[in-house]
């Protein structure tokens, strides 16, 4: 099945999706890798929403352009890094959908069933297309304490895809029916 989302999505939205699906999403992105995450654990509160935005595995390649960031590449990053962090922040910001590549592991799947969220893949080396898709960069937060691929970038997007649902909030695994 293929399906165009708003972020932010509804819980039943979530729940219709499953493995195999694709997706385009439409609404707010923000980028996290290792240290963003870390950083987003750590703070008693942070300046944007988590739960109004989906979560995007991306440290973008930037310019500036007449005062206005613009994007100049924004791949997927391996996921799996973010393996020990993302548990905790589906439980602490109800995110609904996390975009990478490579997939995560089974504390993740557990979170994405617990807290009806799904993982979506993005093809790496797409990082030119990726980029076309994203409309406006609306705010970059902690680039000086973390650096320009490690800051939280919030992108609006359309129709940002193709996505492939990888993990859904099933339980089900497309990298499990790889191995298998």
Same mark, same amino acid.
């Given at each position: 099945?293929?399906?165009?989302?708003?972020?932010? !999505?509804?819980?039943? =939205?979530? *729940?219709?999706? *499953?493995?195999?699906?694709?997706?385009y999403i439409s609404g707010k992105l923000f980028t996290a890798r290792d240290e963003a995450h870390h950083?987003?654990?750590? /703070?008693?509160?942070?300046?944007?929403?988590?739960?109004?935005?989906?979560?995007?595995?991306?440290?973008?390649?930037? %310019?500036?352009?007449?005062?206005?960031? @613009? &994007? &100049?590449?924004?791949?997927?990053?391996?996921?799996?890094?973010?393996?020990?962090? =993302?548990?905790?922040?589906?439980? /602490?910001?109800?995110? %609904?959908? !996390?975009?990478?590549?490579?997939?995560?592991? *089974?504390?993740? @799947?557990?979170?994405? @069933?617990?807290?009806?969220?799904?993982?979506?893949?993005?093809?790496?080396?797409?990082?030119?297309?990726?980029?076309? *898709?994203? =409309?406006?960069? =609306? %705010?970059?937060?902690?680039?000086?304490?973390?650096s320009m691929p490690e800051a939280v970038w919030i992108f609006k997007v359309k129709e940002f895809g193709?996505? &492939? !649902?990888?993990?859904?909030?099933?339980g089900n695994s497309i990298y499990d029916k790889i191995r298998k």
């Open positions: 099945m293929e399906y165009h989302l708003n972020i932010p !999505v509804e819980d039943d =939205e979530i *729940k219709k999706l *499953k493995v195999g699906d694709i997706i950083m987003i654990l750590e /703070k008693d509160s942070i300046p944007f929403d988590p739960s109004e935005m989906g979560l995007y595995h991306c440290g973008p390649l930037m %310019k500036k352009n007449n005062g206005k960031w @613009q &994007v &100049v590449s924004a791949g997927p990053t391996t996921s799996s890094r973010m393996e020990l962090f =993302e548990d905790r922040l589906l439980e /602490k910001y109800a995110i %609904k959908i !996390v975009i990478g590549k490579g997939g995560m592991g *089974k504390n993740t @799947q557990k979170a994405l @069933q617990k807290y009806i969220c799904v993982y979506a893949s993005y093809t790496g080396g797409a990082g030119a297309l990726a980029a076309d *898709k994203i =409309e406006e960069v =609306e %705010k970059v937060y902690w680039l000086d304490e973390l193709p996505l &492939v !649902v990888a993990m859904d909030t099933h």
